[in-house]
């Protein structure tokens, strides 16, 4: 008879003697449990004493967690949190270097648990440890000369004990003081600093930008692009990857308004986000970043490439005000830059007032201006009031125009020598290709927590928006000859565009010259062929006979797909806890048993590089005692965050195991994939349906091969074992003959 659901059996461990099997009563409270314990081994003032976690983590059992304690657990007893807190306390306040450091050595590693974290809060221990940042350490700075290694590691153990009890968020960064600030900004602007410590320096400005808007101020007052660039141009990855998230938070947090800027103060506080990416631009962090980062001899790990494609976003979001801009037709300047591109087209220079009639001025410029292919030909103007994309469309026609002349010229003048019917207009195509741009590069949308789509190429020059159009303004009008287009074709060529750009950074080019021969190698004749390829391959036969076929098989092949989700969950994943810090993630891992009845999960230091065995995996879930499993924003853990932080992308991944009475066991998928996997792998040993996209697409796929083998066998057609053998060479070849 198995043993009532509330018995839990443990080991509990105690140093200097051997561990006790227990059965704990999860009815039982936690502290007569404790006091067992005590009595088991005569001590006293069991009030004093607290049980943890037997694993690395060395987490407190509390009435909260208390349920997460699995059968064959190991736990310790040790010290109450608030003892240790006290202890700990005291400890960093000693004299002795020491003592001091090891203190805080225990104070770091004891800080990731928020039971003890609270406590020690409570003890004021976040203004001890900004007291030790702000002054406490200046007798030591004296000793630094013979003592660095020792100096570095008090430091260190310092911020990272901080940088822990923060990331809890029990307390506001808004109490922190301008000396705090300056302190560990003094960090960051030093030239040689312990690389520890130069890492939770700059983790710490990060969160404080991020988290609030007086605190960006401050931190802007002390840290200039020029004082972070130093740090790119090292080579360690991780300092690389901490200045840059500094950089992009900066610039995440830039105020919007426009502000005086001046050329000679180079701090960022004063500056509206144009201004910053002004400076961005004179201390050529794009150049830097990409010599020393993308194009360095270190792979590049997924938080780098996350940062990268933060700022890649970032950048590109400097477009949206130009993109949500409507010009101006009464405009007299926004005018004069369709004058300039008529005047680069036509070779022609603005006529005196007094040179011919007025009628005659009107309908030179009508007729030039059909020619340059804008809708309304007698005020091209109005053409830009639609947003997006807004003036931002007429701001890449003039970079095209003056920076790829002879093109822009060939363009414009071949268009305007063909028949009618067959003319690539210049000017709708450019408005409609820098729309369909901001579309593929979500201009205007904020950045994703988890994602890593960066383009190298977008990092290889300072105009990678502008460049982008004029390589693909080019691929458009070459695309609509091959086409042999007409008007009335306009939106099938802009699908066929939109296709072959997609397809070509799919391959992630390194280079604009790069992406342009990817483009060039996927004309519309390659279109055609691949179309056609996919078609073929998912071709659909309708027949009665066939969609009988098709029903039969169906229960097969969802079996062969349940199985497949069932053994990638035996194979187990390794999941992300997500923090306010992205940086310091925790992970964990999952994987179902070889019978498909137990979950295995447990926390890991650092992701995994294959399997994590099922024995290192502390803690159990019984699949009989799942309950149910939710998704997205009906999960525990994405209604806990707040409104800001429920980004899409996020809830997209996130789903949740119930079990028990309200007990979850929450998870954030690294991808689409695994999201689906394991959503449908949980389904299907709940035995309900499998609903995602992944086995949609995979019953297609095989249901389509299967059928066509099937097919195969109803032809009569055997696959022989071994080719064929050649057939001998013809005695003559009078067979041959000339087509033509």
């Known amino acids: 008879m198995p043993p009532p659901a509330d018995i839990v059996k443990v080991a509990i461990e105690w140093p200097g003697a051997f561990p006790k099997l227990m059965e704990i009563d999860q009815k039982k409270p936690l502290s007569a449990i404790i006091k067992e314990v005590c009595e088991g081994w005569s001590l006293g003032n069991h009030e004093n004493f607290a049980l943890q976690n037997g694993d690395s983590t060395n987490f407190y059992i509390t009435e909260k967690n208390r349920n997460d304690i699995k059968n064959g657990s190991i736990l310790r007893l040790t010290t109450s949190p608030s003892q240790t807190a006290a202890q700990l306390h005291e400890r960093i306040q000693s004299s002795s270097m020491d003592a001091k450091l090891e203190a805080l050595k225990d104070l770091a590693n004891a800080s990731r648990d928020i039971t003890f974290a609270q406590e020690f809060i409570n003890l004021d221990g976040i203004s001890l440890l900004t007291q030790m940042v702000e002054s406490g350490t200046e007798r030591y700075q004296k000793l630094q000369k013979i003592m660095k290694p020792c100096f570095g590691d008090l430091l260190s153990f310092t911020l990272t004990a901080f940088v822990e009890l923060m990331d809890h968020g029990i307390v506001s960064w808004d109490t922190f003081s301008v000396a705090f600030i300056k302190k560990i900004a003094s960090y960051v602007n030093k030239s040689a600093m312990d690389t520890a410590v130069l890492q939770r320096s700059l983790a710490i400005l990060e969160s404080m930008v991020l988290n609030s808007q007086d605190l960006y101020q401050k931190v802007a007052q002390e840290i200039t692009i020029g004082q972070l660039i130093p740090h790119l141009q090292g080579t360690d990855q991780d300092v690389q990857t901490y200045t840059i998230a500094v950089i992009n938070a900066l610039f995440l947090k830039a105020p919007e308004e426009k502000r005086q800027f001046d050329e000679h103060n180079v701090d960022i506080l004063n500056c509206p986000l144009t201004e910053m990416a002004h400076i961005l631009a004179q201390k050529q962090l794009r150049s830097i970043i990409l010599s020393n980062v993308i194009r360095s001899n270190k792979p590049i790990n997924d938080e780098m490439a996350h940062q990268l494609y933060v700022l890649q976003v970032l950048t590109f979001n400097l477009l949206e005000d130009r993109m949500m801009t409507k010009m101006d037709p009464q405009d007299q300047a926004q005018r004069d830059i369709i004058f300039e591109l008529r005047r680069i087209a036509f070779d022609v220079e603005c006529e005196p007032n007094n040179s011919g009639s007025i009628e005659k001025r009107k309908s030179m410029y009508t007729r030039d201006y059909k020619k340059l292919g804008f809708i309304n030909h007698v005020n091209p103007a109005v053409d830009f009031t639609q947003i997006p994309p807004g003036m931002l469309a007429l701001d890449n026609m003039l970079y095209f125009a003056r920076h790829h ?91 066929v565009v939109r296709e072959q750009i997609m397809r070509a950074l799919t391959l992630k080019p390194n280079s604009l010259d790069q992406f342009k021969s990817r483009l060039q190698n996927l004309s519309y004749t390659e279109i055609l062929k691949i179309r056609q390829s996919e078609r073929m391959n998912q071709e659909d036969f309708q027949s009665r006979p066939i969609m009988e076929l098709r029903e039969k098989i169906q229960p097969e092949i969802m079996e062969l797909i349940k199985q497949q989700r069932l053994n990638r969950l035996c194979e187990g994943t390794c999941f992300r806890k997500i923090s306010s810090r992205r940086r310091q993630d925790k992970f964990w891992y999952c994987r179902l048993s070889p019978n498909h009845k137990v979950l295995h999960y447990g926390d890991l230091e650092e992701s995994p590089q294959g399997e994590v065995p099922h024995d290192s995996l502390q803690d159990k879930l019984p699949v009989a005692d799942i309950k149910a499993v939710v998704t997205g924003k009906d999960c525990p853990h994405m209604k806990e965050k707040g409104a800001l932080k429920q980004n899409k992308e996020v809830l997209e991944l996130a789903f949740s195991v119930l079990y028990e009475s309200d007990e979850y066991l929450n998870f954030i998928a690294p991808d689409k994939h695994e999201y689906c996997v394991w959503t449908d792998g949980l389904n299907a040993l709940l035995g309900k349906e499998m609903t995602s996209d992944y086995t949609k697409s995979d019953m297609d796929t095989l249901l389509s091969m299967e059928m066509k083998l099937r097919l195969l066998d109803l032809e009569n057609i055997q696959i022989p074992e071994a080719p064929p053998p050649i057939p001998k060479e013809p005695s003559n070849y009078d067979f041959v003959y000339d087509c033509n």
């Open 405 to 495: 002349q002879d093109a822009y010229i060939r363009i414009v003048l071949e268009n305007s020598s063909r028949e009618d019917k067959h003319e690539c207009p210049f000017g709708r195509s450019s408005i409609e290709l820098t729309k369909m741009l901001c579309e593929i590069l979500k201009v205007g949308e904020l950045p994703s927590e988890n994602c890593h789509d960066f383009h190298p190429m977008f990092f290889t020059h300072d105009r990678s928006f502008e460049e982008f159009f004029c390589i693909c303004i080019q691929l458009l009008n070459k695309t609509w000859k091959e086409m042999r287009a007409t008007s009335e074709d306009f939106n099938k060529v802009m699908q």
